[in-house]
């Protein structure tokens, strides 16, 4: 079965320190990989995607994500992170033969001051 | 100028009643989706619509109909809520093409009491 998994439910870390938020995935061929946030009674917002060509991808709001294919993982990144930071966010993978978008189960990230 | 927007913000009603949420986006996108995310956080898809044509229809009640009178709305018509169906149900929009990022709404909470 198609998985995507987001290991780690939390992940806490000092304003200014760099942060990483681990996605790896189960999917056949060649799938489109994204990044999105959700802040508190808000809708889900792009961050990043990965299609093809450079490994690191960047995005939004200073963040940016690692594609690894032979460890099948799309790990979030930013060099120094911001209290607003704080957030949800959603690893997503779209099959290239599929229309369907498959979520990660989220991280809480959370920035202290 | 809201990209997508949904009806209600919440919906509070009793079990066995009969509720519509309504979502519109104003993006050009052609394809919209519904999502469901439980009080776990883990997003779940339901329906997609492209240019009002149905493609994606996952394992859900036939108690959810969605509709699609234009390709600028996407409406769900839940029939007998049960408590189960607490939750928020997020609506999307993409343009066509397995690259394109979704853009969702704030979503409908929707508590059945």
């Known amino acids: 079965a198609q998985s995507v998994a987001q290991p780690e439910d939390q992940v806490k870390v000092a304003e200014g320190n760099p942060l990483t938020v681990k996605c790896t995935y189960s999917?056949?061929?060649?799938?489109?990989l994204f990044w999105y946030v959700q802040y508190p009674n808000r809708g889900l917002q792009f961050l990043l995607k990965?299609?093809?060509?450079?490994?690191l991808v960047k995005g939004s709001y200073g963040f940016e994500a690692e594609f690894n294919k032979s460890q099948t993982s799309f790990h979030l990144k930013k060099p120094s992170a911001l209290v607003s930071d704080s957030a949800l966010y959603f690893c997503?993978?779209?099959?290239?033969?599929?229309?369907?978008?498959?979520f990660g189960s989220g991280t809480r990230l959370l920035v202290r001051p | 100028d809201t990209a997508v927007s949904q009806t209600p913000k919440y919906l509070v009603t009793q079990m066995g009643n009969d509720k519509s949420i309504k979502c519109e986006q104003n993006l050009g996108h052609d394809t919209m989706y519904w999502y469901k995310q439980d009080s776990k956080k883990f997003l779940k898809i339901m329906f997609s619509y492209n240019n009002k044509e149905l493609i994606i229809n996952e394992t859900v009640p036939n108690r959810f109909s969605p509709k699609s009178p234009d390709k600028a709305h996407l409406n769900l018509h839940i029939n007998s809520l049960e408590l189960g169906d607490s939750a928020v149900y997020f609506c999307?929009?993409?343009?066509?093409?397995?690259?394109?990022?979704?853009?969702f709404g704030d979503g409908t909470r929707l508590s059945i009491l």
């Open positions: 990965y299609i093809t060509g450079d490994n």
């Open positions: 997503a993978v779209r099959p290239d033969s599929s229309y369907k978008l498959i």
């Open positions: 999917v056949s061929g060649n799938p489109y």
């Open positions: 999307a929009s993409s343009q066509r093409g397995g690259n394109q990022p979704q853009h």
